[in-house]
């Protein structure tokens, strides 16, 4: 006997384009300054005091702009950029107590090769997401958050939901 999955229905999500103000929700975005600029609130604001920070790259192939789960961390902060100069797409919702995302706050954004984004404590998370053949991203986390802080809503099983980023 098999286990069916329950229906699900398909939703677009819009992309748009990333502003501090827009992205200020669910972390920060990071753009170039100056060498020698003091640090300030324009910085990435680290929280990753609960273990060993891990920076490492990953390169990401064939990662579309479908997805039906959705991920957060509650022990640290997270920041991810592209190298070569590449941009990529990210679906976030706001942090919560909550065990599954708020989907009415839930966004998608476009993010530029030439800065990166720091995701605030408990950000729920889908991608990154991109129509290149591949992309490498550099990842700052701690060196276990994909062990012992992974949170993974399945939003088909929960919702009844996938979702399909709109590019406009």
């Excluded at 677009?12 to 300054?33: C, H, N």
């Excluded at 961390?73 to 991810?80: D, E, G, K, N, V």
Aim: with cysteine; hydrophobic share 40%; aromatic share 10%.
């Amino acid at each position: 006997m098999s286990v069916s999955s329950p229906p699900c229905s398909q939703r677009l999500l819009t992309v748009e384009p990333i502003t501090p103000e827009a992205f200020a929700p669910y972390g920060q975005v990071i753009f170039p300054r100056a060498d020698g600029a003091p640090f300030g609130l324009a910085d990435a604001q680290l929280v990753l005091n609960q273990g060993i920070p891990r920076l490492y790259l990953m390169t990401l192939t064939h990662a579309g702009t479908e997805f039906h789960t959705i991920t957060r961390h509650r022990r640290c902060t997270q920041c991810l950029g592209a190298l070569a100069n590449q941009d990529w797409l990210m679906a976030v919702a706001p942090p919560s107590e909550a065990d599954q995302p708020d989907l009415s706050a839930l966004k998608a954004f476009h993010i530029p090769g030439h800065c990166f984004i720091k995701l605030a404590v408990g950000t729920w998370h889908a991608g990154p997401y991109f129509t290149h053949p591949s992309v490498t991203f550099y990842n700052l986390e701690l060196s276990d958050t994909n062990l012992t802080d992974h949170q993974t809503c399945d939003l088909a099983q929960t919702f009844g939901l996938r979702f399909r980023l709109k590019i406009l």
